[in-house]
């Protein structure tokens, strides 16, 4: 969703901007009201053409 490499989105929950939850198998969730807030707040990418 966010176009980013996923260790991108593991420093943006560490520095804040998102809320993760750990599973007992490791994985990290977000909750998706925080991850569209924050898309909301990223400028879509363009084509031209």
Do not use: N
Request: no cysteine; proline share 4%.
């Amino acid at each position: 969703m966010f176009r980013v490499d996923p260790k991108t989105v593991t420093r943006w929950a560490k520095a804040g901007k998102l809320t993760s939850i750990r599973t007992l198998g490791g994985h990290r969730r977000y909750r998706e009201s925080e991850v569209r807030a924050l898309l909301a707040g990223i400028p879509q990418q363009r084509t031209d053409g």
